[in-house]
């Protein structure tokens, strides 16, 4: 009878948030405090919230299928190692990333006519996402405080007069650690090329502290355990975190190392 309720419920919820997304575009983003478990039915109905928001509900079940699976492609929210032996090998906040890379939403040209930075400066993280996608490069106008679409080609113009008018060690070459690797290769290329190895990415804005003190403390940046290591180990410590909720991928593995 529980599953039946719970069930019932996470049917309810479907239809509550379906209320919610189609009466309220740009909803406020808000923060709850729960005994509810991290995973399970709430992930889901937040996962489809996100895709529903985005007007793509039903490329949940695609994004499911396919996230982290052998052939296909893996989630940008994090670089949990792939087994591809899960029928669902993927989180909420996973799903809530690849709802935000798949949106049809566009930030367009009427947009930033519409708003001023000083007003966009107000918004939230949250609101901002929800605006969709940039799909041209755009330039800052001081004199009317907006940003303005313009051509990839003064786009290019205009960064390549300024790389050329500066010293290589002047330049910093800033990209998203959700980027694949293939485009993160050729970007680090280019940037070597023209003279400068100063690529900070957002991986680095989130690691470098603790990078730092793992060097420090045990000689090493970064992890040094395999996956396998989970089923070999006989003592996995957690300290300082709460992967069910802030690593949720990595759950399953603990869960199943004393059996």
């Known amino acids: 009878m529980n599953f ?14 379906y ?19 991290a995973g399970g039915f709430g992930s889901l109905r937040a996962s489809f919230q996100a895709f529903r928001r985005q007007g793509i509900p039903l490329k949940l079940v695609e994004s499911f299928a ?10 940008p929210g994090c670089a949990f190692p792939d087994k591809g032996d899960a029928l669902i090998d993927s989180c909420e906040q996973g799903q809530k990333a690849i709802a935000w890379e798949m949106t049809p939403q ?37 004199a009317t405080d907006r940003y303005r679409p313009i051509a990839w080609e003064q786009a290019f113009g205009l960064i390549g007069a300024t790389l050329q008018a500066i010293a290589p060690e002047r330049a910093a070459f800033y990209a998203s650690g959700r980027s694949s690797n293939e485009a993160a290769f050729l970007w680090q290329l280019a940037a070597r090329a023209y003279g400068s190895a100063n690529l900070p990415d957002s991986a680095n804005l989130c690691h470098e502290p603790s990078g730092f003190a793992m060097k420090e403390s045990i000689g090493v ?34 869960v199943a190392a004393p059996r």
Request: charged fraction near 25%; hydrophobic fraction near 30%.
């Open 4 to 17: 039946y309720r719970r069930i019932r419920r996470a049917s309810a919820d479907f239809y509550l948030c």
């Open 19 to 37: 209320r919610q997304t189609m009466t309220n575009k740009h909803p406020i983003a808000r923060i709850d405090h729960t005994n509810d478990p």
């Open 66 to 75: 396919k996230t982290n699976k052998p052939g296909q492609f893996d989630c």
């Open 106 to 142: 566009l930030a367009d040209t009427e947009f930033f006519a519409a708003h001023p930075v000083s007003e966009l400066r107000d918004w939230s993280d949250f609101a901002l996402e929800n605006q969709g996608r940039l799909a041209t490069p755009l330039l800052y106008d001081r």
């Open 221 to 254: 940046g970064k992890g040094t355990a395999t996956l396998d290591d989970f089923e070999t180990a006989e003592l996995i410590m957690t300290i300082g975190q709460n992967p069910a909720s802030n690593h949720p991928r990595s759950t399953p593995p603990r």
